[in-house]
Structures are given as structure tokens and as C-alpha cells.
């Protein structure tokens, strides 16, 4: 069965530089989320994405992220200016009418912030 | 309030039996979706089941059942014939509105930890 696949799969950065966390998404689907989980603590819907353009996002995901579809099969998460606090696993998903009622996540970026 | 509310913070199993997750949701939106995924010590997030709310049957996925009451807003995971592989963390979710196209912002539980003893 096709995945989502992300890319590093561990990163470490310094306070206040940017990261960007790169995902392919199922072939064909359509509609492309972020969620993040900190460290013992839930997992939290950070932005959904669709058309090329962001469909919602939570209040988590304020000025400093920011997601791009630069080409036809990547789906990036940008964090300009990194913090303490956004140390978490954060997790990439896609959707897609063929696949019926099924969000496919990705198997993390685990991103520590030093 | 929570959305979703996973009571259990730990659950343990012997092999080979059955074991069921709880999972209460709270939502007034009357169009929902539920869902249960695992999330080993490796960390990804696999998908195990989905239950719509206007479904009339109970969903089912190989050893994975849904035991889904409605009127009591519970959706508990049922695995049967539990496996060592089962150890894991599992976490109920849920969509609130119209399924399908973009609307997977789901909200999640804090999730049960799972120990199948051999």
C-alpha cells in the first residue's frame, strides 16, 4: 500500500533557525495536513492544505510556520524562527476520495530544538 | 470539555485474549467520524479503524471491532486474539462535520498504552 513518506526522520537545530520538514504525500491524493505531537502529550492538527492553498489551520500554527507545495509531490512545513517549544514529532498526512474514509499519516519528523 | 476522553492510561492483556480501549467523545455536531490508530514505540501513526455516524453497523477490521453506542457517545476499541505485536499506543480521534475532502482536522485522545504480557 502506497505512504506518506517524511524526510529526516530525526532533526536538530539551534534556537531561532529556520527547519523545513519535507513529506510526499500519497500519489493522487489530494488534501494534506501537519499535525504535531509533543513529547507525551497528544497529537495536535496544525494546518490542513488543499488547492494550493491552506483550508484551516489552528492557532498553534501562527506566523512563524508556514507550508508550501513547491512542485507536484512534495508538501513542506516551514518553521522560520525556531523555539524551545516547538521540539515535537510532527507528523504528515494525506487524503484522497479514492481512499475512502482514511487519514494516512507519515512516519514523523522527530525535530529537537536546542 | 474534552472532545475525546481515553480513561485508560495503561492497559495490560495476556496474549492471545481479547481486550477492549475506551473512548468517549463529545461533539453537538450531529455529522462525525471516529477513528483509532496505533502508534508503536517506533512512532508513526497507523490506521486500524473508522467509524462514520450515520453508519448502522459497528465497523470491523480483521482482529480490530469497533463497539460503537451512539446514544452513549463511546466508540471503545475492541482487539481480539491479542498479539505481542499489539504493544503499542493507541489513540481515538475524531472528525466533527461532513466527511471526505479536506475535513480530517481530528482531534485526538491522550491516548491508552497497551502491553500484551506473553
Known amino acids: 500500500e502506497p505512504e506518506v513518506t517524511q524526510t529526516p526522520s530525526h532533526q536538530v537545530t539551534q534556537m531561532g533557525q529556520e527547519v523545513i520538514l519535507r513529506c510526499v504525500p500519497i500519489s493522487n491524493h489530494l488534501y494534506f495536513y501537519w499535525y504535531r505531537q509533543i513529547l507525551g502529550q497528544k497529537v495536535e492538527f496544525l494546518v490542513s492544505f488543499y488547492n494550493n492553498e491552506i483550508s484551516e489551520k489552528s492557532e498553534i500554527f501562527d506566523d512563524q510556520f508556514s507550508v508550501e507545495r513547491p512542485d507536484g509531490s512534495n508538501f513542506t512545513l516551514k518553521i522560520r524562527s525556531t523555539k524551545l517549544e516547538d521540539s515535537a514529532m510532527y507528523f504528515c498526512a494525506s487524503s484522497g476520495p479514492a481512499r475512502g474514509e482514511k487519514l494516512f499519516f507519515g512516519s514523523g519528523t522527530q525535530l529537537s530544538v536546542l | 470539555a474534552q472532545k475525546i476522553t481515553q480513561t485508560q492510561p495503561g492497559m495490560f492483556v495476556q496474549e492471545k485474549e481479547a481486550v477492549t480501549l475506551d473512548c468517549t467523545y463529545d461533539t453537538s455536531d450531529p455529522s462525525y467520524g471516529l477513528f483509532w490508530y496505533k502508534q508503536p514505540s517506533s512512532g508513526e501513526m497507523i490506521f486500524l479503524i473508522y467509524?462514520?455516524?450515520?453508519?448502522?453497523q459497528n465497523a470491523t477490521e480483521g482482529r480490530y471491532s469497533l463497539n460503537f453506542q451512539k446514544a452513549r457517545k463511546s466508540a471503545n476499541l475492541v482487539i481480539s486474539a491479542s498479539q505481542l505485536g499489539d504493544s503499542a499506543m493507541y489513540f481515538c480521534?475524531?472528525?466533527?462535520?461532513?466527511?471526505?475532502?479536506?475535513?480530517?482536522?481530528?482531534?485526538f485522545g491522550k491516548g491508552t498504552l497497551l502491553t500484551v504480557n506473553p
Open positions: 480521534a475524531m472528525r466533527e462535520g461532513n466527511s471526505g475532502g479536506s475535513n480530517y482536522k481530528l482531534t
Open positions: 467509524q462514520g455516524s450515520y453508519d448502522q
